[in-house]
């Protein structure tokens, strides 16, 4: 039977600090069926991109520098890529973004925007 989430089978790039993905999040991630690669920091995810890294979406922590922002919204926005920018529940993040937690409605909520039907928003 096909599975009716719209991330099954999806990867999703995560681009943050190693802590920022916690193990609660990933697994509630997982139990979606979606695939993830990373967390990778922002150097990392930089040249990963730049090398090809095969991913459907992906999510971003929003204390990342304002410079690795912009590169990243361009380099996504070119290519159709779907992201969003969250932060951890641990973390004195700024205001905005979606919250990365295990929370089912937090997971449904980015799935929603990555995947769901308006695929013109991207943050």
Aim: glycine content about 8%; overall charge negative; aromatic content about 8%.
């Amino acid at each position: 039977m096909k599975s009716l989430s719209p991330v099954a089978g999806k990867t999703i790039l995560i681009i943050g600090e190693p802590g920022f993905l916690s193990d609660d999040a990933r697994q509630a991630l997982i139990t979606c069926q979606a695939s993830i690669a990373g967390p990778v920091v922002v150097s990392s995810a930089m040249e990963c991109l730049s090398e090809g890294l095969v991913f459907e979406a992906a999510i971003i922590d929003i204390r990342i520098s304002d410079q690795a922002m912009l590169w990243l919204n361009e380099w996504l926005e070119i290519r159709g890529i779907p992201f969003v920018f969250a932060h951890d529940q641990r973390s004195k993040a700024p205001p905005g973004g979606f919250n990365l937690s295990g929370r089912p409605a937090d997971i449904d909520a980015m799935i929603a925007a990555l995947f769901g039907p308006d695929l013109s928003y991207y943050h």
